[in-house]
């Protein structure tokens, strides 16, 4: 199906590692849409940006998987993934301690803002007031997307047509290719789309961040034609 398609990805090259690279001279800075999946305590937070189409069309993508050092070997055995080796080649951050420092993800959205036009910042809002009012003071646009059948389900719709038709590139990065393999799309009697987990130890935040923003990309091109339950903050 269209999640699976997303794995089937070229080998990972070295161009795509959290950060797209600086404009080029004279040039303006493409514009972007950023989705965090926030962790509860162990797990893995999340940031995804999604670059403006270029003229064929396609989007850039830039992951940035964040995850407590003390419990990588954990993770990898409860996961049944690379986890280490993932972190050692710089695909994902460890952070010190048990909990993902929020320090790093302010940090990588700060580098990215240097290189691209951050346009906004969408998260679920439960558990992260904190964060959203430090991005806020940091100037970023913050905008709150339940992660609810009603909000999702229309991005989760786009999102399926955009890889359908082959619109994203993000280099073959590692942790997004496994959370997007981990994806099982299934949907309800009222055409409600969810994304579900095929084992209950897998991971799919890359994907959620994924469908968050390809549809809030959509709904910066045409904000009155999408039908979402967002509320812009700040």
């Known amino acids: 199906?269209?999640?699976?398609?997303?794995?089937?990805?070229?080998?990972?090259?070295?161009?795509?590692?959290?950060?797209?690279?600086?404009?080029?001279?004279g040039e303006k800075k493409k514009r972007a849409v950023v989705a965090l999946d926030l962790s509860a305590t162990m797990d893995y937070t999340f940031g995804l940006a999604m670059l403006e189409p270029d003229e064929a069309g396609m989007q850039d993508i830039?992951?940035?998987?964040?995850?407590?050092?003390?419990?990588?070997?954990?993770?990898?055995?409860?996961?049944?993934?690379?986890?280490?080796?993932?972190?050692?080649?710089?695909w994902l951050v460890a952070t010190p301690g048990n909990v993902v420092d929020q320090d790093a993800l302010k940090e990588w959205l700060v580098n990215l803002r240097d290189r691209v036009e951050v346009l906004e910042v969408s998260m679920d809002p439960h558990n992260a007031s904190k964060l959203q009012t430090e991005l806020m003071a940091l100037g970023f646009n913050v905008?709150?997307?339940t992660q609810t059948a009603p909000s999702m389900s229309p991005l989760i719709k786009e999102t399926e047509k955009a890889i359908h038709s082959k619109r994203f590139r993000h280099g073959g990065h590692p942790v997004l290719?496994?959370?997007?393999?981990?994806?099982?799309?299934?949907?309800?009697?009222?055409?409600?789309?969810?994304?579900?987990?095929?084992?209950?130890?897998?991971?799919?935040?890359?994907?959620?961040?994924?469908?968050?923003?390809?549809?809030?990309?959509?709904?910066q091109k045409a904000p009155r034609q999408m039908s979402l339950s967002v509320m812009v903050l700040g």
């Open 1 to 25: 199906d269209a999640w699976d398609a997303m794995k089937e990805a070229p080998a990972a090259d070295e161009r795509n590692k959290m950060l797209p690279p600086p404009p080029p001279a």
């Open 62 to 90: 830039y992951c940035a998987p964040f995850i407590p050092a003390d419990t990588l070997i954990d993770r990898m055995n409860r996961d049944r993934a690379p986890v280490k080796t993932w972190s050692d080649e710089g």
């Open 143 to 145: 905008v709150a997307v």
């Open 177 to 219: 290719r496994w959370m997007m393999a981990n994806v099982a799309c299934t949907k309800d009697s009222k055409e409600n789309y969810f994304l579900n987990k095929q084992k209950s130890r897998d991971r799919i935040d890359g994907a959620v961040c994924l469908c968050m923003a390809r549809g809030r990309w959509e709904h």
